[in-house]
Structures are given as structure tokens and as C-alpha cells.
């Protein structure tokens, strides 16, 4: 059979994730010191991890309904309230997914039709974009820049919008610049929002991350901006729970009814293990959250003071927990960049330009190792700019 | 100061700058503080933890339990000092439960730590009884683990 021929052109003209490649150059290689992966190197709790034991243990093993289990539902009500000090009803306007990125996959298939353009600031998270192509739409990229602390600005948002546009996706705080956007920088957006019928998939996942005295602000808690406001979050970063594959997504009821069918017939429920795990976390999980934090935010500051002495510039970052240096300053490629380390030094970080071409120039660099780690790549960094004559 | 104690618990050999970068306070706050918490007494030493099977010296390290006659006016307390002042001596701990005294000792080999114990230890007048147990292998120690490679088994997204 001719494969190629007969799939669908939409699936084989999209690019596997350029996260992805280097892993496996890395993963041949003896040594090699990975400040790559965008996971939390923390075990989920034990009090968290003993829930999903507690619920195999009494044999619960069985379907959920499809929104989620009720409680679960009501405790993620409670905790939005609580942390960003929005309200959804947990019986109408939240739904329990399969990782956060269910959720932007429900947002996508649910709104965007067959030409409609969905606005995504870049350098961005790798999944939009598929995401939103294979919903029929077509992606528009707004180029963030680093002089803007790569905040996605109001006027690159008016000069993308079209008639065609239909949702603006919101990835703050952002993986991989760790960028935020403060509540003056959501006001501008809103203000550009306000009278429009375009939807924001705000992709909150990293909101717990966010450093500094000021919390976090969700665009949704702005006026006029909930009923337009699609909330994503999940429990992986916060509470180190990748692999449990758990998330939620919050929308207005009569969109929420809709996102519902999409999750019920291609999903059915999220892992009822990780359901029962994740009511603890929701309801007892502040404190490691907050310990977490504390911890990501003093290696942010170590990482972000050794690479600025070495001269890679590199901007503030206040969320999330990744730093994304210029590396201009060597001349190379990104791609160039990241390979040549991988092979001189045995070091692994992703290339900007796996986060959309206005990625070019940078770096993306994962902080969720141990200080010892990160000094040990720091060092073999500063080894590669000197043999290159640039320290 | 919990935060700066956590950070040096965790790895002592950080410089002042770099503790100060990731508390984003001045050096000189970072001095500070450290000093007091040496004056203080609240940070005692910095010891690197070291895996003696990983090097030529041969190491034994044996677990005392002890039971003694705590005596008139110093309790416990002057049997305890009599016994840290051998340098063999890693620990001292007064327990609670079947015994009284756990001792941590240290030496190049059986003979020597069993030679120990009995001329040195079990000869002094408050000393009972003592029961040694001999370390057959760390797993574990001070926080660090010595089994297994510690392999990164994070997937990649």
C-alpha cells in the first residue's frame, strides 16, 4: 500500500516535536548531562501518591463519569477560587482531561472551523499549532520578543487580528521564555478583546510557577473576559504528577456541553487512579506546592546568575521553569548550538526554534535538576564558549 | 535563615555568591548570617559525605548499643563526654527504649573497632553492657544514596 499516499495530508505534512530529536542523539550517548527535560525532577508527594495507592488497593478500578468525579470536580472549583480567584461550577463548567493538553485539544476541535485562524504567540509550547491545523484552522503566529520579556504586546495582537481570527491562544507563563504576564500586560490584551467574539485558550498549567511577590493573574479574572476565556490547567507541573496524564479545562456551560461530547466519545474519563490521587492534591497540596516553588525559584536564580556570567544573555525569567538565553553572541545557529554542545561537551538543551522560528538565536534550558547537576552543565557550557574563544 | 540552612544541609561547598544569588540577597547578608549561625552554634562543621568503599581505605563502621549507670549530679551527660573524646568515635546519641547509648564508631577493620570495645569501652565503670553491630552495608547516608546509579528515568516530551 501506498501509506503515504493514502493518509491524511494534514497528519503527514506536520513536523514531529523538535524536543523530541535531540533526546534521541542524547539518549546513545555516555554521559551526557540533560538540562532538557521539561518535567519536575520531584517525586509526586507521598500523601498524593498514597491516595491513587489507597483507591487500586480498594479495587476502584472502574470508569468515572465523563466530566470527573464529582468531588474532584468540586475540590478544583475550590482550589481556582482559591489561587486565582475565579468561579467555575463544578458541575457545569469544569471537566477533568487527560493531561492539560486534552484540554487544548478539546478547546481547538470545539471552536475552530475549517478556516478560522487561531492567534499563537511564539516561541511557544509545541503543541498549538498541530493542534490547531488538525482542527481545520490555521495557525497565525505572533512573534514575541525577548526586549518585550517576550509578553505577547497589544499591538501585535491588533495587527493579527482579522475577521477570520476566532481564538487567541494565551500561554503564560510561558514554556519555554518563563515569561508572565502581569495583570497591566492582561489589561492591554483585554482591552483589545473587549467588543470582539474571539475566544482565549488561556493555558494556565505553569500559573502555580510563577515567582515574585505578585501571584498570578488570569486573564479570565479581568472584566468581560470570562464568558470569552477558555481555562487549561492540570497537575502535572504543579504537583509533579506527569505521568498520572491529569488535567482540567473550564468554560462557560454552553461551551463546556460541547467540549464534553468531544472528551466522551474520544477519551470517555481521565484515569480514575489519578482522579482519586488528585483530590488530595487539590485539597492538601498547597504546602508542596509552595515548598516546590521555593525550591525551582532559588535554581532559577543560580542558573539564570551563571549564565549571564558566562555572557548568555538572559532575560529574567518569573514563571514557569525554564530559561531561554541568547545565545547571539556565539554566532552560531540554535540548532548549530545544541548539537555542538551535545557532541563536544555531552550537554542537551532544546533549540529556540523548536518553539517556532522566532526561536532562532536562543536556547530553551530546564532548571528541574539538582544545584549539583546544573553546575556540572554550567561548567561544561563555559568549557564549550572557551574553546570557541568567546569567555 | 531556614532557607539558607536548607541550601547548605543540601550541598555546603555553594559559595557566598551563589547562595546569595539564589536567596537574592547581598553577599555580605550571606556573611552575616552564616557567621551567626556559626557563633551560634547552629551550624556545627562542613563535612563532605564520603563513600569509603569507593577509595583504597578500608572502613568498618559499627552501631554500639550501650547500657549505663547514669551517675549522681551529671546524669548521662558525663559518661556521654567520656565517650566522644575517642576519636574513633563518630556519633553519640542518648536513646530512648531498650538502651541507653548508641555509639557510632569508625576503624580500619573488625579486629580493631572489637578491640576497642573491649579495652576502651566496655571497661569503663558506668558501662553495663554493650552490644555491637557491625555495618555490612550503606544504602544511604546523610540524605545522599550509595545504591544504584541514580539514573534519570524522566521520558522526554
New interface residues.
Partial sequence: MNYEKLMNPTITGMKP?G??RF?DIANDMEDVI?L????P?FSTPFHIRDKGVESLEKGKTWYTSNAGMPRLREAISGYIKRHVGITYAPDTEILVTVGGSEGIDLCMRTLVTAGDEVLIPQPSFVCYEPLAQMAGGVAVPIVTRAEDGFRLTAQALKAAITPKTKLLVLPFPSNPTGAVMRREHLEAIAEVLRGTDIFVLSDEIYADLTYGEASHVSLASLDGMWERTVYVSGFSKSFAM?GWRLGYVCAPAPLMKQMTKVHQYALMCAPTVSQYAAIEAMENGDDDVKEMR?DYD??R??I??ELNKMGLRCFDPEGAFYVFPSIEKTGFTAEDFCTQLLMEQHVAVVPGTAFGECGEGFVRISYCYS??HITEAMKRIRAFLESRGLL | MDKLLKLLDSNARLTDEQIATMLDISEAEVRAQIAKLEKDGAIRAYKAVVDWDKTDRECVTAIIELKVTPRRDVGFEGIAEQIMAFEEVESVYLMSGGYDLSVRVTGRSFQEIAAFVAKRLAPLDSVISTATHFVLRRYKESNVMFLGDNQDERGYI
Avoid: H, K, L, M
Fill in positions: 516535536s524536543i523530541r533526546f540533560s532538557s527535560i521539561g518535567e525532577d506527569t521555593e532559588s535554581r536564580r543560580f539564570v546568575g544545584i549539583a
